[in-house]
């Protein structure tokens, strides 16, 4: 998996890296049990700040998505992932609803945007 950061975009290089790791974790590209760069190589490899690593496996960690072993290193979880609860969709909704207002106010319809879901969906499930 080819991690790419955009250093100009709003959203936090920390952020950018969890999500990457997540759509390598849900495109299967990762698979569980898979091992991560350690803190220091990634951020060597990818030229950021190895805190900047850190707090991105930390998030991951939290969340159940990676563990880190003293002598395994940095894993993909290899026991199962975290399933959805009541708080992740409270999460997600919060998330959401200010990407759906804005479409709103755009004009866009309901189908519209469920399409760009759906097809996303299917892009990151399967990208071949």
């Known amino acids: 998996m080819i991690i790419q950061l955009d250093l100009q975009s709003e959203t ?10 997540m759509e390598g974790i ?4 990762l698979k569980p049990g898979d091992p991560l760069p350690s803190v220091r190589s ?4 990818i030229g950021i700040n190895l805190h900047t690593v850190n707090k991105s496996y930390t998030l991951l960690k939290a969340d159940g998505f990676i563990q ?14 975290p399933t959805v609860t009541k708080e992740y969709e409270a999460k ?5 609803r200010p ?10 319809s309901a189908e519209q945007l ?10 990151i499930k399967n990208p071949d």
């Open 12 to 21: 936090p290089i920390y952020a950018q890296l969890c999500n990457q790791i």
């Open 68 to 81: 880190i072993h003293r002598q395994k290193g940095v894993v993909i979880q290899p026991d199962s992932m």
């Open 26 to 29: 849900a495109s299967g590209q």
């Open 92 to 96: 997600l909704s919060q998330e959401l």
């Open 42 to 45: 990634l951020a060597a490899d």
């Open 99 to 108: 990407i759906i207002a804005e479409a709103i106010v755009r004009n866009m």
């Open 114 to 123: 469920k399409q760009i879901v759906s097809e996303l969906y299917q892009h």
